[in-house]
């Protein structure tokens, strides 16, 4: 089946600091999604991004579709940006969805 | 506001005591579907259903069931629990445009523990 791969799966940033977060699928995906989970387990929609370039704010997300990757920029992080980010999309000529391993980010003050 | 509700947030039940937990949206939402989190596994779907009267499996839907009687309503059933079953389980829901679904929104979980 489809493998989806995010990196780094550990990432430790002083406030203020930037990052680069990637999410990398073996084979086509449709509806590529980018979610923070906060620490209290709550997963927030941050980008709905099938293809392009959106930027929302100190974010910012790009999907390379044909080349099967995405990536999220994160700007000027903030201690709030902590917890766990996941890319998601639907396999290929299905409605199911895959998700990936996910990219723990802890922002110190 | 819109949203995916889910019930209950938690719960500690035992082996083979029957439970369901209620999915609703008042998004007018075709997709929703199911998902349990387990550390080092992940997110990982169970069913989902593409409209009313119409389920399919995700990857792990042994020991779970669902129904879809209502478009705004999917509950997930677990006819006999068992411990591996313990996880945090989450509901999303999401339109359907043409042959793809929408942008996918997730209810606040409902941490199950079975002993």
């Known amino acids: 089946g489809i493998q989806v791969e995010q990196s780094p799966p550990d990432l430790i940033l002083q406030e203020g600091a930037n990052s680069t977060l990637r999410c990398n699928f073996s084979d086509s995906v449709n509806n590529l999604q980018w979610f923070h989970q906060n620490p209290w387990g709550q997963l927030i929609n941050l980008f709905y991004?099938?293809?392009g370039t959106k930027q929302n704010g100190r974010l910012s997300a790009t999907t390379v579709a044909t080349e099967r990757y995405s990536l999220l920029y994160i700007s000027s992080s903030q201690t709030t940006d902590s917890g766990v980010y996941f890319c998601?999309?639907?396999?290929?000529?299905?409605?199911?969805?895959?998700f990936g391993t996910g990219t723990r980010l802890k922002v110190l003050a | 506001e819109a949203q995916v509700t889910q019930n209950p947030r938690y719960l500690i039940t035992v082996t083979g005591k029957k439970l369901t937990v209620t999915c609703s949206q008042n998004?007018?939402?075709?997709?929703m579907s199911w998902y349990r989190q387990d550390p080092g596994l992940g997110l990982r779907q169970i069913y989902y259903s593409m409209n009313v009267e119409v389920t399919d499996k995700g990857d792990v839907p042994e020991g779970y069931k669902v129904s879809r009687k209502e478009k705004r309503n999917f509950p997930l059933i677990l006819e006999s629990p068992s411990p591996n079953q313990t996880s945090l389980y989450f509901c999303?829901?999401?339109?359907?445009?043409?042959?793809?679904?929408?942008?996918?929104?997730f209810g606040e979980g409902s941490r199950l523990t079975v002993l």
């Open positions: 998601a999309g639907l396999t290929s000529g299905t409605y199911k969805y895959i």
């Open positions: 998004m007018n939402h075709e997709y």
């Open positions: 999303a829901s999401s339109p359907i445009k043409g042959t793809n679904t929408g942008e996918l929104f």
């Open positions: 991004i099938p293809s």
